[in-house]
Structure formats: structure tokens, C-alpha cells
């Protein structure tokens, strides 16, 4: 459902959430080496992500990334919506061209519900609202720690 790339752009605009501000900038090193995310890519993803308006960075010694008041006040689908576009969120999620409620693959009817739901957490959250829930539940760590927190509850 999303793209690993996507995943690592959410989980560092959390960590940044949580570890930023404006007078305390962080190096994307830093951050790709606390999560677990390979530095070059993360490198690009914020370059993209600084042009979405979704993050906000200083050059010069005391530079780095950090997110404003008004980052903060974004929603994890904008994120989304930057890196890979809404369109991937809406696809079947067996990847069959021609699937929706008429013409359901398999999993259509099982699968919309599960999208829905996360959909809506994704748009009606801002992100330091949501980073706020997933530091309450113990905070940031992986790219496999924030996956988990993105699952539905087993009974």
C-alpha cells in the first residue's frame, strides 16, 4: 500500500516532530542513522519534501532540517501525496488494473474497509498530533516499529 519511500519520509517528519524545532535543527545523517534509513535516500526525500512545503531546512553551520509551526499542522497524507501521489493509496491493492466495487478482485471488499480506516487517521491527523500517539505508545524507532503501529489490532 505504501512505498518504502513513503514509509521513510513519514517516519522522519515524526522523528522530527518529536526531536525538532526551529532552534534545533537536525542532520539528516542523524536522523537516517537513528531509523534505520539508508542516508542517500533520505537525503533526496527531504530535498523533495523541503519543495512539498512539508519540511523546512537551514543551510550553514548551524543548518539542518526541522519542522515550523505550519509543518507541524500537515497531515501524513500530504506527506504521502508528495512522495508517491494519492493515486497509489487508491489502487487494488492485488494490483489489478480494474478493481473497485463493481468489479472487486478477491480481497476488495476485506481490503477497503483496512484502507479507509488508516485513510482517515492519515487525513484528520496533523503530524505532531500523530507523533504525539506514537510517542505516547513508546515513541519512534524503525522503519519496522512505525510499520507495526500502522496495523490493524488482532483479536
Known sequence: MLSNASKYAILSTL???EHSNEDR??????IAETIDVPSPFLAKLFQQLVRGKIISSSKGPHGGFYLSEK??????LD????????NKLNG???GLNECDATNPCPVHFIVVPFK????AK???????????EISDKGGLGTLKDISS??????E
Open 149 to 154: 503501529s500502522f496495523e490493524e489490532p488482532h
Open 15 to 17: 522523528y522530527l516532530a
Open 71 to 76: 509543518n507541524k499542522q500537515k497531515n501524513v
Open 92 to 94: 487494488c491493492f492485488l
Open 122 to 132: 492519515f487525513r484528520d491527523l496533523t503530524i505532531i498530533e500523530f507523533a504525539k
Open 25 to 30: 535543527k537536525i542532520s539528516v545523517k542523524e
Open 79 to 86: 506527506i504521502i501525496d508528495n512522495i508517491d501521489g494519492l
Open 116 to 119: 479507509n480506516n488508516i485513510l
